[in-house]
């Protein structure tokens, strides 16, 4: 029998999550998909709105003439729907921009928290 040595190659820093040192988990996930969501043609802007305790919602502010409902299957497609009670859009202003409201599962708010700063800039997991 052969005796194979093993090792990981990665160094975790104490006081530290490993999923997130490792560039994995739901708050890599979220980040990551909401830097993509950043990208989409359209997005001007993003923020994390907490109108209750148990009702937060990712609003995104979206203007694509050409495909008003697009930022929907968008964020289907870069975060799932399984973060979110209800994804909804809203024109508003004369050249018909639309606002998504993403009405957010309360188990996920706190990751959401943790990924969004209030400039609605996406921090780095």
């Not at 409902?69 to 050249?95: A, P, Q, S, V």
């Not at 409201?101 to 188990?107: D, H």
Request: glycine share 8%; with cysteine; hydrophobic share 35%.
């Amino acid at each position: 029998m052969k005796i194979v040595k093993e090792h990981i190659n990665e160094k975790f820093e104490e006081d530290t999550d490993p999923i997130t040192d490792m560039g994995i988990g739901l708050l890599h996930h979220i980040s990551e998909g909401l830097k993509k969501l950043s990208k989409t043609y359209g997005v001007e802007f993003m923020s994390l709105e907490k109108y209750f305790s148990d009702a937060w919602a990712l609003e995104i502010r979206y203007n694509n003439p050409y495909n008003k409902k697009g930022i929907i299957d968008k964020i289907k497609e870069h975060l799932g729907e399984e973060l979110f009670k209800n994804i909804g859009t809203r024109i508003y202003g004369e050249w018909g921009k639309v606002i998504c409201a993403c009405l957010i599962k309360k188990e996920y708010q706190r990751f959401f928290d943790e990924v969004l700063d209030e400039g609605g800039n996406v921090n780095d997991f």
